[in-house]
């Protein structure tokens, strides 16, 4: 098992905008391609209160690539996508990190 880590760096003032189309939209889409998620955070204390940081369980590199891919090109999230940025872009900045756990993890 390997995790994603991805830390979405919203635009000033649309970090609700974008919990709220996790919430109502992206997870129901992730659900249909077999995307797990492992838990979504934001920042109490830290650098950005502007962030939300979330973990997904893959088993594999290439199951990563295949789900993630449906999930880009699928046509309701390019559709929804869309029209919830009609406003303006919610996501200013995307980082991700693909992590291994260690021998001593309690999180494998």
């Not at 209160?49 to 369980?57: G, P, S, T």
């Not at 929804?80 to 999180?107: C, H, M, W, Y």
Request: with cysteine; charged share 25%.
């Amino acid at each position: 098992m390997i995790h994603e880590l991805r830390i979405y760096r919203c635009v000033p003032g649309r970090l609700p905008a974008l919990l709220k189309r996790f919430d109502t939209i992206t997870l129901k889409i992730w659900e249909r391609h077999g995307i797990r998620q492992a838990g979504f955070w934001t920042t109490v204390v830290g650098e950005s209160n502007q962030d939300l940081y979330y973990l997904l369980a893959w088993e594999s590199l290439a199951e990563r690539e295949a789900k993630w891919t449906a999930f880009q090109n699928d046509p309701e999230w390019i559709e929804k996508r869309a029209e919830t940025e009609r406003d303006g872009a919610i996501v200013a900045q995307v980082t991700n990190a693909i992590l291994q756990p260690t021998s001593f993890s309690s999180v494998k």
